[in-house]
């Protein structure tokens, strides 16, 4: 059985194809792109349409692979983000990105209508700028509220992708669940949130579970791709949803699901929505049934991002395992940052930054890349284990292992770090979890498997796990001391 998966994350894509055979997964990527949200005066925006270029490009290539036997695809990606098509079909408006700063602009505003707690404590989302209610709360200040009406539709970034895909217009429940508009206890959207912030329902498509097929391309695409059509799956469209599914250690373990952003978390069964959760912004996600998730985002491997981009710019370019090596090099513990420093979110001269943060908090700062590196690693394995111990709290649960996944567990010096901070055993993989999450849905829903779990330990006898065992602890528990008091995390 092939089945296609693509997955989008803040910095590339990838069009991934699965050959399911005999009880065994493999995976062989078709297309790898790079991208980032372009900066246009004063916004930041995605380009959505070379972003479908690029995925039209991968299903080529699966269809020729293949030789045009395709049985399905799921697309997942970051959430919140999302354009407006009218009921002809027009895409209305551009893509902003999580990062435009133009909810900040009016945040003062948007808090007057509901305060961060009264939001906490109907969906327990994380109380973010970047989340979907506020970003359309920001569009009512900027009188855009008219591209709420006449029918218009929202469309969440992978469901947009789907709806270039088949003309239906969906929304997929992993995606709902993270607007900080959905309310859990109804299982749909939440009506005092909706009135308040005049936002109508009739904006948002109905909403779908994960693991069903609810449509297929349609024949225009069959036609300009030559081939004969294939369904579409509502996967975990959130690539952290999916993430999750693919860790096979999944009971009494903290998840890293580590890319731009790193999520920190554990699964449920249930939403924990307190007090304690909303001091700390823990978020409650939903999942597939019987998966959801509480989590803390941290910046995860952006800065390291920035600071490589900006390298590259100046015609200084490093691979990350060139950036390993170098930070292997820097002497230990020069110097921590808090990593979610709002200081550090938006894009643009990384290393500049980093360097005034460091200047004002040691009236020094680092001077090499290698130097700045190894900062960001050992501070990300500090913040880590601040977010762990607090997850641990709220769920009163005590984590044996840390499985860190996706992109950033192949970076053994974070790794490593991690396994310090958190004096505990990591295990690191699968790399492609986000991928692995979107197929094992779709396997479900082709009916090959009959549980996530069955396809937990297929990927466990299919993909390799790395282990990484503490070292340096007392030295580490003295830099976690430090890290607490220095920054005021209680």
Excluded at 39 to 56: A, H, V
Aim: proline letters at 3%; glycine letters at 6%; hydrophobic letters at 40%.
């Amino acid at each position: 059985m092939n089945i296609i998966a693509f997955d989008l994350g803040g910095s590339g894509g990838k069009v991934i194809l699965g050959d399911f055979t005999n009880n065994k997964l493999s995976l062989k990527t078709l297309n790898k792109f790079e991208h980032s949200a372009i900066s246009i005066n004063g916004g930041l925006y995605w380009d959505i349409l070379q972003i479908f270029k690029e995925l039209s490009a991968g299903i080529k290539l699966a269809i020729k692979e293949t030789n045009d036997s395709i049985t399905s695809i799921g697309i997942d990606s970051f959430c919140n983000d999302f354009a407006i098509i009218s009921p002809f079909g027009d895409l209305l408006t551009q893509m902003h990105s999580y990062r435009d700063e133009r909810t900040k602009l009016h945040m003062d505003e948007i808090y007057n209508i509901m305060s961060p707690n009264q939001l906490y404590n109907i969906n327990g989302n994380q109380n973010a700028l970047f989340n979907t209610l506020i970003q359309l709360a920001a569009m009512n200040c900027q009188n855009q509220s008219y591209l709420f009406e006449n029918g218009n539709k929202l469309l969440f970034l992978p469901d947009l992708l789907i709806y270039f895909l088949s003309g239906k217009m969906l929304t997929e429940y992993t995606l709902a669940s993270v607007s900080q508009i959905y309310d859990y206890s109804i299982k749909t959207w939440n009506h005092e949130i909706l009135n308040n912030f005049n936002i109508p329902e009739h904006l948002f498509a109905d909403i779908v579970q994960p693991g069903t097929v609810n449509c297929t391309t349609n024949s225009a695409f069959n036609i300009s791709h030559k081939t004969k059509g294939f369904d579409i799956v509502s996967v975990c469209e959130h690539d952290t949803a999916s993430a999750f599914l693919a860790s096979p250690f999944n009971k009494n373990c903290a998840i890293i699901s580590c890319g731009t952003w790193a999520l920190v978390g554990t699964e449920t069964q249930k939403p924990i929505i307190n007090n304690f959760g909303y001091h700390f912004n823990i978020a409650n996600e939903g999942g597939y049934e019987g998966h959801h998730r509480i989590l803390h985002n941290v910046m995860g491997t952006w800065i390291i991002q920035e600071i490589r981009s900006a390298y590259q710019a100046q015609g200084d370019s490093y691979t990350y395992s060139q950036l390993e090596a170098l930070a292997e090099q820097a002497e230990p513990f020069q110097y921590i940052i808090d990593v979610d420093d709002e200081y550090f979110y938006a894009p643009g001269n990384m290393p500049e930054r980093l360097q005034n943060y460091c200047k004002e908090a040691y009236n020094t700062y680092p001077t090499t890349i290698g130097e700045m590196v190894r900062c960001v690693y050992e501070s990300l394995a500090l913040k880590y284990f601040w977010n762990i111990n607090n997850i641990q709290k709220l769920t009163e649960t005590e984590f044996g292992i840390v499985n860190i996944i996706g992109g950033g567990s192949q970076s053994k010096l974070m790794c490593q770090f991690t396994a310090n901070a958190c004096n505990c055993f990591v295990a690191a993989g699968p790399v492609e979890a986000t991928a692995l999450g979107n197929i094992l849905v779709q396997l479900l829903a082709n009916k090959q498997i009959a549980s996530i779990e069955e396809g937990q330990a297929i990927l466990f006898n299919s993909f390799p796990i790395t282990e990484y065992y503490p070292q340096n602890i007392e030295l580490w528990k003295t830099q976690y001391e430090i890290f607490i008091k220095q920054y005021n995390l209680k």
